[in-house]
Every structure is written in C-alpha cells, then in structure tokens.
T-cell receptor, first 113, second 113 residues
Framework: DQQVKQNSPSLSVQEGRISILNCDYTNSMFDYFLWYKKYPAEGPTFLIS?????DKNEDGRFTVFLNKSAKHLSLHIVPSQPGDSAVYFCAASAETSYDKVIFGPGTSLSVIP | GAGVSQSPSNKVTEKGKDVELRCDPISGHTALYWYRQSLGQGLEFLIY????????KSGLPSDRFSAERTGGSVSTLTIQRTQQEDSAVYLC???????????FGSGTRLTVV
C-alpha cells in the first residue's frame, strides 16, 4: 500500500510558466515532508522541505504548500526553467521514525524552452 | 569523502549469478539506507542501518537479498542467484540520523541478462 502518492507520472510546462507538482499521503503520522529532484544517472538531491507546523515554505523559485486536512502537498516552481527538467520525488517521515523516509513514485517534469 | 560513493556504477550480470554492490557513506553519518528504483517505478525502500542498532530489513524483497555494514561505515548489498526482475538502479543514502540530512549516491545500475 503506497503511503506517498504522486498521481501524475509526467508533466510538461512551458519555460517561464508555473510548474505545480502534487503529492498525497495516507499516513496521518507523517509530519515532515521533503521534495527531491533527480537527474538521469545521478542520485536524488534534496530540494525543499516543510514541517507539519507550517503550511508554506519558500526558497527562491520553489515553494511547497501543505494542506494537512487534505493530506496533500504541492511543489510550485516559478518561473520554470529548462534546467528544472528532472524527476521530482515527494517524501515524508514521521516523528516516531524521523530517520526513515518514505518516497513517492516521482513525477517527471519537462520544461519546454 | 565529500559525498556518498557507490560502486560499481554499472553492473551487467547473468541470471543466477551473485552480485555485490558497495556503498561508502558520508563520514560521520550514522544512518545508511538502500533503495532501488525499477524502470518507471519510484524509490523502493530496501534496508536501513542506524548506528549499532539491528538493521531494518523490512523492505528486502526476498531472502536472496542481504546487506551488511562493517564498522558502522561501508555497506555491501548482496543479491544471490540474480533474476531479471532484480534489474534496477540501486541507490544508497546516508544521513546524520535525521530525515533532513539524507544524501544519495549516484546509484548502481544493475542489469540481469
């Protein structure tokens, strides 16, 4: 049973526009959420995170929104750039096991110049 | 080292042979994780080591898979009697014991022919 879901396997966005990547989770114990970016032939790299005490965290062009009641989070990239083309993994962990992170299946983002 | 190092980067093996994949974590990181990513799939958790605690093997898909971590540092993932469905990218990550500090290696691409 997948605890972290990313229902869109792929997304295409025009350069300069907003990219919105969605993630849903089922485990109500999750209270820390992360986004990772992965280029081909490289390992995933940490992008941005959010604690459940917040509903928004912003870092430059990247903003993560958390809706705890809906068990939903999203990553917004504004403006999107061709270098943002990658696979984005949503991940979550629980206070009871902060060092074990559960990953979603990923969404492949293509930013078209 | 500066990052998580995995070797080999690519491995092609014949069905039925045993393979060993190596992970050298970031110095000082107490936690070490193995994941695999099959074609079109997300990151599947395999096994997790934390300090001197017994490893969490809950993600190992079968008894053909085993892993050890010697001296709290280098880890080896062993797959015995490989099958074609074992073909995947095997990713290692280490962390100082928190979800925030996860750092991945570049992975080993295993192809079983």
């Amino acid at each position: 049973d997948q605890q972290v879901k990313q229902n869109s396997p792929s997304l295409s966005v025009q350069e300069g526009r907003i990219s919105i990547l969605n993630c849903d989770y089922t485990n109500s114990m999750f209270d820390y959420f992360l986004w990772y970016k992965k280029y081909p032939a490289e390992g995933p790299t940490f992008l941005i995170s959010i604690s459940s005490i917040k509903d928004k965290n912003e870092d430059g062009r990247f903003t993560v929104f958390l809706n705890k009641s809906a068990k939903h989070l999203s990553l917004h990239i504004v403006p999107s750039q061709p270098g943002d083309s990658a696979v984005y993994f949503c991940a979550a962990s629980a206070e009871t096991s902060y060092d074990k992170v559960i990953f979603g299946p990923g969404t492949s983002l293509s930013v078209i110049p | 080292g500066a990052g998580v190092s995995q070797s080999p980067s690519n491995k092609v093996t014949e069905k039925g042979k045993d393979v060993e994949l190596r992970c050298d974590p970031i110095s000082g990181h107490t936690a070490l994780y193995w994941y695999r990513q099959s074609l079109g799939q997300g990151l599947e958790f395999l096994i997790y080591f934390q300090g001197n605690s017994a490893p969490d093997k809950s993600g190992l898909p079968s008894d053909r898979f085993s892993a050890e971590r010697t001296g709290g540092s280098v880890s080896t993932l062993t797959i015995q009697r490989t099958q074609q469905e074992d073909s995947a990218v095997y990713l290692c990550a280490s962390s100082p014991g928190t979800a925030y500090g996860y750092t991945f290696g570049s992975g080993t691409r295993l192809t079983v022919v």
